[in-house]
């Protein structure tokens, strides 16, 4: 089973994540494939996909939402998992019911689960109105990327792949 993992990721820790889950759907026997998202072209020959974006402003980045629009039909016609990375602070800022509204992108896609990650903050790599934003919040620089649960959801993900493509050979 071919799976094509990709993110939207401004300062790289979003495809940070993607690159992990793809490392541990590799992990599973799966053919995962990790692109940046803004390299990513023709969809059709995957079969399953995870798609993910780093969070401003309780919002997928552009060129994410616009992927999720373009692709939605294929997207919706094949097991698709979403996630977004964002919140940082202990404890996270924004909280989880806030951090991000992606109901439209679940709903065009099919996804089975959206899953919400902490995200990396390093204020050298921020423009001015990204740090001002930073300030206003009160976060700090870190990483709050809880890597154990990304291995997990990983995880979770492969198993049901696998266990269907165990089903289809029978």
Do not use: C
Request: proline share 4%.
């Amino acid at each position: 089973m071919r799976v094509l993992v990709t993110a939207s990721s401004k300062h790289g820790a979003t495809g940070e994540i993607a690159a992990e889950i793809g490392r541990v759907l590799g992990d599973r026997s799966l053919d995962a494939v990790v692109i940046p998202l803004e390299d990513v072209g023709d969809v059709s020959g995957f079969d399953a996909f995870v798609v993910g974006s780093a969070v401003y402003a309780g919002r997928w980045m552009g060129d994410a939402r616009r992927f999720a629009d373009r692709h939605a039909a294929q997207l919706a016609a094949r097991p698709t998992w979403l996630f977004s990375s964002g919140p940082i602070g202990n404890p996270p800022k924004p909280d989880a019911q806030s951090a991000v509204k992606l109901d439209d992108v679940i709903a065009r896609t099919g996804a089975r689960e959206h899953r919400l990650f902490a995200g990396r903050l390093d204020r050298s790599v921020l423009g001015f109105g990204e740090r001002t934003v930073v300030r206003m919040v009160g976060a700090a620089d870190g990483d709050y990327r809880d890597w154990r649960a990304v291995r997990a959801w990983a995880g979770a993900i492969g198993d049901v792949l696998t266990s269907s493509v165990a089903e289809a050979a029978r």
